[in-house]
Every structure is written in C-alpha cells, then in structure tokens.
C-alpha cells in the first residue's frame, strides 16, 4: 500500500495520482473506468510503460526519461517522465509538494494538447 500524503498536499496533486506497480522491465498504471453515459460498471485497465536507460535531462530533483506505452490502451504514445528522489527532510518534503503540483499542473490535456 502506497504511503499516505501529507494533510497538506494540494488537491491538484492528490486528484493527479496514479495507481502504479513496477516490475524489472515496466511501470505499469492501473486504471478504474466507468462509462456513465452507457450506465456501463467500471473497467480495470493497465498500460505497460518502458523506458529508456538513458535519461534526456538531470535537474535539482531528479532526472527525466523518455517512455514508450507498449501495451494498454495508449501503445505507441511516448511520454516524458520526471523521476523524483524521496527525501526525509521536511524542507525538501515542502520543495517535493511543489515540483508535483507543477507537473500535474502541467500534465493536464489542456494545457499540453
């Protein structure tokens, strides 16, 4: 089970989150669909993501690589993925919160379409 957020993770961020398993090759997210146009039940769906070995750019918190969806419902799309390293402290905790509420800002379809 993933590790609660803080009380203080904005909405953004919280609303963003994604369930995701690893394995050795891919990251793996897991979906719960509905069509509540056609009153259909909800629909388990997963993408297989692989990624390249190299990344295509380091930064303060971490770096960025490249993804491929090679199974699920997006295969053939690629995607740019920033790797973020824990931290304990929670200064850099407070710096984390706000890298991620900049990327899910940014990771909406209307603003990168």
Known sequence: MAPAMPPTTPDLVRDSKLETSF????????????DDEKHKRSNQRSEYWEEDSEPLARGGFGAVFLQRCIKGKRTHELRAVKKIARSTTRARQFNHISELETIAKFSQRRVSS
């Open 23 to 34: 394995d050795e090759t891919f990251t793996i997210h897991h979906y719960d669909e509905s």
